[in-house]
């Protein structure tokens, strides 16, 4: 796979602020979720990367909605105090994406649940949609963006 890195946007080539962003992704609630919660788990590389600019995550209404549910449920035993320390690890480093109530070419996806990411994923221009997700990893080849497991984007992206 090759780095879709940009530059920044506000930097002149040569300049000090020339600063590399790395691809634009999709990180499905699980991914996210490992990520976060497992500080010693296998993706726990991926929270590194976006806090260095390796990638660049995007979030939706719908995204960060589904994040904040799932914060809460019983078996991660977490506190309100904790939730918001997790959720301060995250969301500073995404980029908000807006995406419209129809987006042409998303795919039909056996799981209700995963839409709002492939929507986002095309609303967001995402290089990448990274996921554990049997239902969304199937339609790799079907979808206009690159669907990958996080550790396939970890070995490709992150050193």
């Known amino acids: ?93 995404a980029t908000v994406v807006r995406v419209p109530a129809k987006v042409p070419g998303t795919p039909a996806c056996r799981d209700p649940f995963d839409v709002p990411f492939l929507q986002l994923a095309l609303a967001g221009k995402a290089d990448f949609l990274v996921t554990g997700d049997r239902d969304l990893l199937a339609l790799t080849g079907q979808f206009p963006r690159k669907i990958v497991t996080g550790d396939q984007f970890l070995n490709a992206f992150v050193k």
């Open 1 to 93: 796979m090759p780095s879709p890195g940009r530059a920044s946007p506000d930097a002149s080539p040569g300049s000090e602020r020339a600063v590399v962003i790395g691809p634009r992704v999709v990180l499905d609630t699980n991914t996210v979720l490992s990520a976060l919660v497992f500080p010693h788990g296998r993706l726990a590389r991926l929270r590194v990367a976006w806090q260095h600019s390796s990638c660049k995550p995007l979030v939706s209404k719908a995204t960060v909605a589904e994040l904040l549910r799932v914060l809460t449920y019983p078996k991660f035993k977490l506190t309100a105090e904790q939730q918001r320390e997790l959720l301060g690890d995250y969301l500073p480093y």
